[in-house]
């Protein structure tokens, strides 16, 4: 089987490696051939994690697999005029892979893994006890309640890059599981919606398009699930 690996350098400073067909399969370093060293551990790891949440994993028959990468964007800063600028709008990867629509099985996929992504977070931050949900460790930028609000508020975003979010993310819900709710209802509610379109978007000098937006919100939600079990373990 083949794995096919968009790499993505320069974001937040490191690199990160997608398994383009593989939703929420994913691996960072600090070089991009770190993250690519990193790929193979992440594709078992990811294999595994589909196991316990379903007995008909798309990927059960895994056998010996190739990590092959097949292209690679440089995420570059722009300023309000759209000129390559050190500080202002960081621009991340758009994949020539991104450009294609969604089909019914990448819906299907797609909504399986937000909710069993959701499902693991809810049961992590179901057995915090509340003092913890407030309290910002040294060096962190948010507390747990937070990173909650963060989840919803960027899913939200994203959905807003294809002017396909219903309202205003300031008037998202104030309590962080109900914004969460909100916006997945939606996210799932939109998704359904897109298969075979062939939209694309540009938003503040990138392109997002339906691909990259399910893309980005799985990673987004198992990426921050990782930050709340390490905050944990501090």
């Not at 964007?73 to 202002?88: K, R, V």
């Not at 069993?116 to 747990?144: C, H, N, T, Y």
């Not at 309202?167 to 996210?187: I, N, W």
């Amino acid at each position: 089987m083949i794995i096919r690996i968009g790499l993505e350098n320069n974001f937040e400073s490191r690199s990160l490696a997608w398994a383009l067909d593989l939703p929420g399969c994913f691996a960072y370093g600090g070089s991009g051939s770190e993250a690519l060293t990193s790929m193979p551990r992440a594709v078992i790891g990811y294999k595994a994690w589909l196991e316990g949440h379903t007995s008909q994993s798309w990927i059960a028959d895994l056998g010996d697999f190739d990590i092959r990468l097949v292209e690679t964007f440089e995420d570059y800063i722009i300023d309000e005029n759209f000129e390559i600028a050190e500080n202002g709008y960081e621009v991340d990867a758009f994949f020539h892979h991104d450009w294609k629509p969604l089909r019914k099985a990448d819906i299907q996929r797609g909504l399986q893994l937000l909710k069993w992504s959701r499902v693991d977070l809810m049961e992590l931050v179901g057995a915090i006890p509340q003092e913890r949900f407030d309290l910002v460790l040294p060096g962190e930028k948010w507390s747990i309640r937070g990173i909650l609000a963060h989840i919803a508020k960027s899913e939200f975003w994203y959905l807003s890059r294809l002017d396909l979010a219903s309202g205003r993310r300031e008037d998202l819900p104030s309590d962080v599981f109900e914004s969460l709710q909100h916006v997945r209802a939606l996210m799932d509610a939109v998704l359904l919606t897109l298969e075979d379109s062939p939209l694309v978007c540009g938003r503040s000098g990138e392109f997002w398009s339906p691909r990259k937006m399910l893309r980005v919100a799985i990673w987004h939600e198992l990426d921050h699930t990782n930050h709340i079990l390490k905050l944990l373990s501090a």
